[in-house]
């Protein structure tokens, strides 16, 4: 409700679950994916869920199809991370930002499993000899090196995947024009303990767990003044 009656971009809609929540607090949101199959089915998710306040297009978030100024606040999560260049994205979205606007934005974050050679090792080591659920090692790919294991983090066909240290990602934020308003790490999947009889005991804590060992930091954003 926060956004109700302002204009929302959702950079990366897939099929349509964060344009629908925009859609449904009253704002008026255009939801963009790159492919043709994403944006289909956004559309008739939105459609069947009666949304008139909801538009799909299909766009590149390098090459932002819009004019300067133009929306109060542009969204993408799990998304900019698997386009080759970031930084035309975050200049595009700086572009297209009213001078008030804000942007909240999800990328893949270099965590202390992934930036620690050991505590990777282990943590693969660990995902194999318990079974536990996960795309690369269920699909008998072994990931080598803590690049490969982001990659193949959507699936061990997806070709790109970006994972940068909170430093490193604030670097290209503030390059592009931004200040940052807050972060907050999040995103250890609870899939990962689906197989051991204390899942149970470890949703209690899940919270402090995806705080410090998430794979997804988020950034909200406003236009440095």
């Known amino acids: ?59 590149d978030g390098q090459k932002l199809p819009f004019e300067n100024n133009s929306f109060d606040l542009v969204s993408s999560c799990g998304v900019i991370h698997h386009i080759p260049d970031p930084m035309a994205v975050f200049h595009e979205i700086k572009r297209v930002l009213k001078p008030q606007g804000q942007a909240r934005i999800a990328l893949y974050y270099k965590n202390l499993l992934i930036r620690n050679r050991f505590f990777f090792k282990l943590m693969i080591w660990l995902l194999r000899i318990f079974k536990i659920q996960h795309y690369d090692v269920q699909s008998g790919v072994d990931p080598k090196t803590p690049e490969d294991f982001v990659r193949m983090y959507d699936g061990k066909n997806n070709p790109l995947g970006i994972a940068k240290k909170d430093s490193e990602w604030r670097v290209l934020f503030e390059d592009a024009g931004f200040e940052i308003i807050r972060t907050q790490v999040s995103y250890f999947p609870m899939r990962f303990f689906e197989n051991f009889f204390w899942a149970k005991a470890v949703k209690r804590i899940h919270r402090f767990i995806d705080s410090q060992f998430g794979f997804l930091i988020h950034y909200h954003l406003k236009l440095r003044s």
């Not at 790159?34 to 297009?57: D, F, P, V």
Request: charged share 25%; net charge positive.
């Open 1 to 59: 409700e926060q956004w109700a009656k302002k204009k929302v971009l959702d950079i990366g809609c897939g099929p349509g679950w964060f344009t629908k929540m925009y859609a449904q607090g009253g704002a008026q949101v255009t939801g963009m994916d790159i492919t043709a199959k994403a944006t289909q089915t956004a559309k008739r998710y939105l459609k069947l869920r009666e949304l008139n306040s909801g538009n799909i297009i299909r766009g």
